[in-house]
């Protein structure tokens, strides 16, 4: 593990986390593809069995993350537009990926007539809006 994915970690469960909190009871163990919902009904179980605890370290993989406290982990996921709370519009019902998205291809028509160069790029498809050569008219995918 590295620094890069403790922060990666603590983007995903943003809010969940208290970055202030210092000291913890409890352990709660979680594996690397737990995800938030997941990770928020843990926490809130194990907050309900162990009424004296105020504060859960949060350990992924074996590596220390954060520190719930039964504050942060009560806290009511995110209603979308929200941007109140801090949480992500659509996290709590993990609607939304955490980080920027890792792909993104843009598609390339080319006209058909074997002898022209003319191409356009689109950012979706859809066979009734395809791009068209101002010479010859009909373009295709090309892959
Ligand atoms: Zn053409």
Avoid at 65 to 74: H, K, L, P, S
Wanted: hydrophobic fraction near 30%; glycine fraction near 10%.
């Amino acid at each position: 593990m590295t620094d890069d994915d403790r922060d990666v970690w603590r983007e995903q469960f943003k809010g969940l986390l208290d970055p202030h909190a210092t000291d913890h009871d409890d352990v709660l163990d979680v594996a690397a593809d737990e995800n938030r919902s997941g990770l928020r009904r843990r926490l809130r179980q194990r907050y309900a069995q162990r009424p004296g605890v105020d504060g859960i370290l949060v350990r992924i993989d074996g590596h220390d993350v954060g520190i719930a406290t039964r504050r942060t982990a009560d806290r009511e996921a995110g209603t979308a537009g929200d941007q109140v709370s801090g949480v992500d519009p659509g996290s709590g019902d993990s609607a939304t990926l955490p980080g920027l998205p890792a792909e993104f291809r843009a598609i390339t028509f080319s006209c058909t007539d074997t002898d022209c160069t003319a191409t356009s790029l689109a950012s979706f498809y859809d066979e009734r809006r395809t791009p068209s050569c101002p010479t010859h008219g009909q373009m295709a995918v090309r892959l």
